[in-house]
Structures are given as C-alpha cells and as structure tokens.
C-alpha cells in the first residue's frame, strides 16, 4: 500500500495509511476562499450560540407507534461500533419501546447525539478492475450505530414532512421534456461532483437550514449531527487510528441523501430558462436544443458556467475527467464541421457516443 510516498507493509500502518488518505482527501474541511464563505462562518457561529441558548423548543413529540413502526421497517444490516444489531431491535418489547420514545424525545429536545452513534467503522472494497495498492481505488463502506440510525429515520420524517408541507424541495423532472422531436440537435452534459456525499460543507447546510426557516429543533438536531463526526478504517480486523470527519453528510445514514439534496436545491438557480436540468442524488445533468450547432455550443457553455460558478461558492469540484458529454442529433453518424464541444474547469469536453447515467 502506497500513499504520499509512505509505503505501508503490515496491516495497521496499511490501515493508518487509509485513515490518512480519507481525512486528508475525501473528508477535509474545505478552505475559505470568498468572501461569502467567511460570512457564512461568522453567520453559523451565531446560529450555534442562539442554539446553545434556546430551551423550551416546542415541537410534536415521536410517539411509541412511529419507533414501533420504522424498527419494523429495518433490514439485518451490519452493526456499528456500539455491535448493536437490528436483529435486537426487532425483538422489542413496550418496555424497550417506551424508553427508546423517551430517548429519541430527549436526545431532540436537548440537541445532543451520543458520541458513539457518530462514530463510523470504515470498510473497504476494491473498486473492479483497480490498482489494490492504491487507497483511491477502494470505495469505503461505513458501518453506524444502528440505534442512531433509527433515530435518523425518524428524524428524516419528520423533515420530510416540513419541506414537503411547505414545497421546498425541487421538483426537477428528471427525463427529457415531451414535444421536442422537431428540433434538430440536443446536447446534454452530465457532470460529475468529486465525492459530493463526503465534501457537504458543513457550514453551508447549516446555513442553508437556517436560511429555509426549517423548525429550530432540526437545526439544533443537524448541529450536533454534523460536529465532532470520527472514524476508524477496519482492515482484517485491525482499526486504524480515530479520524475526524470534517465535512460530508455520513455515509450510510438514512438522512445523508435528503440532507445532500437540501445542500443542492438552490443549484439550477441561475441556470438559464433556455435551458432543461435533471437532478438525481448526486448525479447533475444540463440539456438544451436548438437549431444551429454554435447556438447549440453557446447556450450549454452558458449554463455550464452558471452551476461552475454555485459550485465554488458551495465548495464542492466538478470533475472535467469523469463529465460528459452527449450530442442527439436526427442524423447521429454525421460527422459536424463544427462539433458540439464546451469546457468545464477550462478543461475542453469532447462529444462521446452514449453515456450512463442514474
């Protein structure tokens, strides 16, 4: 194993070495670089010393039947570090039932998640056909506590039914718009977000929660959710030393998808109306139409320099390598004088044949 030209031959410095490279690549703090990034951090401080402060929050309580049902919806997933199994769970009785109503209740009405139930056992699996001494060829699994993720079902319910009631999730359509089989040419650019799950700038959710006027419970629950997040990379049964996750909405958690979709709202914004967008969890895809091939060329790059630019501002890196780009056309084989070509990242796109996508 091979990292920053350490060479790791046992099994806990090959451990460390992955502990090393998911702290320092995947699940750093990202820099400021704007000055609308340091009003965010001086507006969250304020948000968490009003939170710190605030007692006596009114919301409505979960009650015995809302734990009683999501432990029913449970799969025998793999244990967290606490080696609390759902298997257990799922053999309740009322007894365990009421204290676990009276748990959730108070872990909320305080703001305060137990260390343990934010700590991660990391596994890994070696990405096909990819270089096993190399860390960035492993996907990482993350194992939680799976007592706080029945908390966090709970929790993403209760969230749903706050942006939902108040329609603040996007409805983006995630297909191509009917009634466009008469345009001659349609480029669509499907982008890829350096893992986006894992570099959520945790100041910016904050901020956003905040900015959607979402129950001061959920902000105060997300804060804690988020702060002090650790880990360890377990590798032939050999831990690694205690990381700290400082950005990215936890893998493996039922409320990461929801939280990473909230964080991604506002990012069609300022793309212009000439111009259709599909979002799927962390996959991003623009299209436009037209006529003519430069207008064609102009119209995406536009967009394209629009979500750039949400982008920098939310701290997350576009991945010019792994975009692409697709050009639909009624004459498919044609070879164009002047084929459909953008830059993403000053990086030039070329046109492929196909591509995958969801």
């Known amino acids: 194993m091979k990292y920053n030209d350490i060479v790791a031959p046992s099994e806990q410095e090959k451990a460390n070495v992955f502990a090393e490279f998911f702290q320092s690549e995947i699940y750093a703090a990202p820099n400021n670089t704007l000055p609308f990034h340091d009003q965010v951090s001086k507006q969250v401080n304020i948000i968490k010393h009003r939170m710190r402060t605030t007692s006596d929050i009114k919301w409505k309580k979960i009650t015995p039947e809302e734990v009683k049902w999501h432990i029913k919806q449970l799969r025998n997933s793999a244990t967290g570090p606490d080696n609390i199994h ?49 860390p960035s060829t492993y996907r990482p699994i993350s194992l939680l506590s799976c007592l706080g993720k029945l908390l966090e079902r ?6 749903l039914l706050e942006l939902n009631s108040r329609n603040i999730l996007p409805q983006h359509q995630a297909g191509f718009r009917p009634k466009k089989s008469t345009i001659r040419h349609t480029a669509a650019i499907f982008f890829d977000i350096k893992a986006a ?64 979709i909230i964080y991604t709202s506002d990012s069609m914004n300022g793309i212009p109306p ?73 990086i030039t796109i070329q046109p492929a044949i196909s591509t995958r996508y969801l």
């Not at 709970?154 to 969230?159: E, G, H, R, V, W």
């Not at 629950?221 to 032939?236: G, P, Q, W």
């Open 86 to 134: 759902n298997r257990c769970l799922k053999n309740y009785t009322s007894q365990l039932i009421d204290h676990l109503t009276l748990l959730f209740n108070s872990i909320i009405d305080v703001g305060y998640i137990p260390s343990m139930w934010k700590k991660a056992n990391i596994i890994l699996l070696l990405k096909p056909n990819k270089d096993k001494h190399q």
């Open 154 to 159: 709970t929790i993403k319910q209760l969230l």
């Open 197 to 260: 799950f894992g570099s959520v700038w945790h100041e910016g959710l904050i901020y956003k929660f905040n900015d959607l006027r979402l129950p001061t419970y959920i902000i105060k629950y997300l804060i804690s959710f988020l702060e002090s997040r650790t880990a360890t990379v377990e590798l032939d049964n050999t831990l690694s030393r205690l990381f700290t996750l400082s950005s990215g909405t936890p893998q493996g958690s039922p409320l990461s998808p929801l939280l990473y």
């Open 274 to 346: 000439h111009t259709e967008h599909g979002l799927f969890a962390d996959d991003t895809a623009l299209w436009t139409s037209s006529h003519q091939l430069t207008n064609l060329n102009d119209r995406l790059q536009q967009s394209i320099n629009e979500f750039e630019k949400w982008c920098k501002t939310w701290k997350l890196k576009l991945q010019p390598i792994k975009t692409e780009l697709v050009h639909f056309s009624i004459h498919p084989r044609k070879k164009y004088k002047n084929p459909v070509q953008v830059k993403v990242e000053n």
